[in-house]
């Protein structure tokens, strides 16, 4: 999949709220578009660039959704493409290239790893707007960012924990397997959440982590999987931009929490629920501000509260007080807001691996503390350095 990682103030007053196949190669890839992408006059041109294929069955279909999303509601006053499977690091700057010359005047990128590749291009077209999807200079303080460049996430972990909530109800033996990208501040702070909400129903549950060290890659997720299976977790949770690993719950009739989308249609026996991203709303804004000349960058983190992070449906396993407990909490974190945001991590102290107190009990983590967690919560087995 290309370079080492990828992925990810609080938000600010006034923003709008918001298969499986092997990824294709680049050149292969940079053909890959929807819509003419021929201007003319008062119509706004917005590119997309996907590290994985648009039918991945999770993070970059859900993307897709949100460009169509975007598309559908401004109809034909703005005219979008995308460029799918793009390695990070630095091929994408010639798809960046590209798409500046093809008239775009706003471009998002989906992955991390293209972000060195978005600030060069910020600094090279000062009048083409680039939004980073997963960044996170601007909220860690790296100074001299173009003015043009913007960064957007989200608050995924808060929904991870109830879908910890849900996956540590279902485990029987109280062993939950994890397979897992890269171990970066995002997956890692991800985990922890999840872990968190296994634990807040079952204190004594454990998660094991495999590393895949890939985003998409259908084969080494399903034998991460596998040795999860082998190594005797009852219950799965898959970290990755595809659901290969719920092929292999399926076949072991364990419950599984899925990533990015609802992926319960095929995985009805065994699906419980995952986080979802409804990034639609947030594209339609940015591309409203491009046009009409409001565009800032506001380093967007969307949140329960104003629907950016969701949970998918609930699979049969899900039991009914098991669904009102979770439900309870959401509507908590919808009515109460920011006030909300990552409402569990201070209910108590919260070790690391070594038994020493990372959170202490009342504490509220910063945007700043998520986007640099590097150590993983007690009852992870697992390295957090990959």
Not at 20 to 48: E, M, N, P, Q, Y
Not at 81 to 100: H, M, N, R, W
Not at 305 to 331: H, R, Y
């Amino acid at each position: 999949m290309g370079i080492t990682t990828r992925r990810r103030s609080f938000r600010k007053a006034g923003i709008v709220a918001l298969s499986l196949v092997a990824v294709l190669g680049l050149f292969a890839s940079a053909c890959s578009s929807s819509d003419d992408s021929s201007s003319s006059g008062g119509i706004t041109k917005a590119a997309w660039i996907y590290v994985g294929p648009i039918n991945d069955g999770g993070w970059t279909t859900a993307h897709n959704a949100g460009r169509e999303f975007a598309a559908k509601e401004l109809g034909a006053k703005v005219k979008t493409t995308f460029k799918e499977s793009i390695p990070e690091g630095p091929e994408a700057a010639q798809v960046i290239d590209g798409l500046v010359k093809d008239g775009n005047t706003i471009i998002f990128a989906t992955s991390y790893g293209y972000k060195q590749q978005m600030q060069d291009a910020a600094a090279k077209y000062p009048n083409v707007k680039f939004e980073q999807a997963t960044g996170d200079d601007i909220t860690t303080g790296k100074a001299g960012l173009p003015t043009n460049y913007n960064e957007y996430w989200g608050a995924g972990e808060d929904t991870l924990y109830l879908s910890g909530v849900a996956a540590g109800n279902a485990s029987k033996k109280g062993v939950i397997g994890i397979v897992a990208p890269f171990p970066i501040p995002e997956v890692i702070r991800h985990i922890n959440a999840f872990t968190l909400g296994a634990q807040s129903v079952n204190p004594a549950a454990t998660v094991k982590v495999v590393w895949t060290k890939s985003w998409f890659n259908p084969t080494l997720e399903r034998q991460a999987a596998e040795s999860l299976v082998s190594s005797g977790v009852d219950a799965l949770f898959s970290h990755q931009d595809g659901p290969a690993a719920g092929e292999v719950a399926k076949a072991g009739n364990l419950p599984w929490v899925g990533y990015d989308s609802d992926q319960s249609g095929s995985y009805s026996s065994v699906w419980l629920t995952t986080a979802t991203y409804n990034w639609g709303p947030y594209y339609l804004a940015k591309i409203n501000a491009s046009s009409d000349g409001t565009w800032k960058a506001d380093n967007y983190y969307g949140t329960i509260a104003d629907n950016f992070t969701s949970l998918a449906p609930f699979g049969t396993l899900v039991s009914g007080a098991t669904k009102s407990s979770i439900d309870s909490q959401l509507a908590l974190a919808k009515s109460g807001g920011a006030k909300s945001f990552g409402w569990f991590w201070g209910l108590q102290d919260r070790l690391d691996q070594d038994g020493a107190v990372k959170i202490k009990k009342g504490t509220s983590l910063t945007q700043k503390d998520l986007y640099t967690m590097s150590y993983f919560v007690k009852g992870v087995d697992g390295s957090a350095k990959g």
